[in-house]
């Protein structure tokens, strides 16, 4: 088992950052993967960007360049540093971690943090 808590979320003028921490804890040494997600009342989950055990991140096009996923070895936080933020950005950010345990594969879920970007 695998537990995620977000935290960091908040109200941003455009423009501005903000930096998203996800606390891992349980089996973490299972994870292979881990992402950030997010969501706006009534719409999918959007992946924003993921990172893998290698280390290698990948983004969904409309933050490249504004935003950067990170982690502490093993894989106790994961970070999203969110640059030059803009108001279709605002919505509910969700860390999630994929790990593997005895030969299947299984998805966990923060809570969310509520990132609201306005003048």
């Known amino acids: 088992q695998v537990q995620l808590g977000e935290s960091g979320g908040g109200l941003v003028q455009p423009g501005g950052s903000l930096r998203l921490s996800c606390a891992a804890s349980?089996?973490?040494?299972?994870?292979?993967?881990m992402a950030w997600y997010r969501q706006v009342p009534g719409g999918q989950r959007e992946l924003v960007a993921s990172i893998t055990s290698d280390d290698n991140t990948a983004y969904v096009e409309s933050v490249k360049g504004r935003f950067t996923i990170s982690r502490d070895n093993p894989w106790n936080m994961m970070y999203l540093q969110m640059n030059n933020l803009k108001p279709e950005d605002t919505a509910v950010y969700l860390c999630?971690?994929?790990?593997?345990?005895?030969?299947?594969?299984?998805?966990?879920w923060g809570q969310g943090t509520q990132v609201t970007v306005s003048s």
């Open positions: 349980g089996d973490i040494f299972s994870i292979y993967v």
């Open positions: 999630n971690a994929g790990a593997i345990f005895q030969g299947a594969v299984h998805s966990y």
